[in-house]
C-alpha cells in the first residue's frame, strides 16, 4: 500500500498501525521528503466484498454437514460420489 504526503506530494512511509477493529485500522504516515517532515494519520477500512470468499463458503458447509445426523450424512456422502 502507498500513501502520499498531502502538503508536498512525495510518497510517505506508514509508521505504525492502531487496528481499532477487524474492520478499521489507523494508519500513522510520515512523509519521505526530509524538507517536509509531515506527519498524519490516515484510516484504512474494510468497505464491502465483491466475491464472496471460497474459503468461508467450503468452511460453511463442511460446518452445516458436520451438524446433519449420521444418516443424513451418509446421504449427502452418496450424493456428492454420484455427482462426480
Known amino acids: ?3 502520499y504526503c498531502r ?14 477493529s ?10 519521505n521528503d526530509a524538507e517536509c517532515g509531515h506527519t498524519w494519520v490516515a484510516s484504512f477500512g474494510y ?3 465483491l466475491s464472496p470468499s471460497a474459503k468461508t463458503t467450503s468452511q460453511m458447509a463442511f460446518h452445516l454437514a458436520r451438524a446433519l445426523p449420521p444418516g443424513a450424512q451418509q446421504d449427502l456422502l452418496r450424493e456428492l460420489e454420484g455427482a462426480r
Open 1 to 3: 500500500m502507498r500513501v
Open 7 to 20: 502538503e508536498c506530494g512525495s510518497k510517505g512511509r506508514i509508521t505504525k498501525t492502531n487496528r481499532l
Open 22 to 31: 477487524r474492520d478499521y485500522t489507523e494508519l500513522y504516515c510520515q512523509c
Open 47 to 49: 468497505r464491502h466484498s
